[in-house]
């Protein structure tokens, strides 16, 4: 049996699924970005940028940050 404490109201679960809907597409955008972006673009090896991508939101946010040469 389920303790109603621990259960997460829909209004919850909803939010929950957007937040990991957004998250999803961020990372989602820095991979496809690395993908398709010179290594001449990027401060550092490439390949090193895909673990830290995976990283929630502080991959995505840092690669944008600090790994594109601008």
């Not at 398709?36 to 995505?60: M, Q, S």
Request: net charge positive; charged share 15%.
């Amino acid at each position: 049996m389920t303790d109603m404490k621990t259960r997460l109201p829909a209004g919850g679960r909803a939010a929950l699924g957007v937040i990991g809907l957004v998250q999803a597409a961020f990372a989602f955008l820095a991979f496809w970005d690395l993908a398709h972006r010179d290594a001449a673009e990027v401060r550092g090896p490439k390949p090193l940028w895909i673990p830290a991508i995976l990283v929630n939101w502080v991959g995505p946010a840092s690669y944008f940050l600090f790994g594109i040469r601008r």
